[in-house]
């Protein structure tokens, strides 16, 4: 199973996983900007990078 991993680099910290089959690039673009504006407005770089889980 693909998942997507919400990374924030300043906190180092896993922010979320998301199941790649129901959360699309574009669901995760918004959820970041809703769920993470903490992370964002403070200028944190936050990554979304894949990984597999069997
Ligand atoms: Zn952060």
């Given at each position: 199973m693909e998942f997507r991993?919400?990374?924030c680099n300043?906190?180092?910290?896993?922010?979320?996983?998301f199941?790649?089959?129901?959360?699309t690039e574009e669901k995760i673009?918004?959820?970041?900007?809703i769920e993470y504006?903490?992370?964002v407005k403070k200028g944190h770089q936050i990554f979304v990078?894949?990984?597999e889980k069997i």
């Open positions: 991993e919400v990374y300043n906190c180092k910290k896993i922010l979320g996983r199941n790649s089959k129901f959360y673009e918004g959820l970041l900007k504006s903490i992370h990078r894949k990984f």
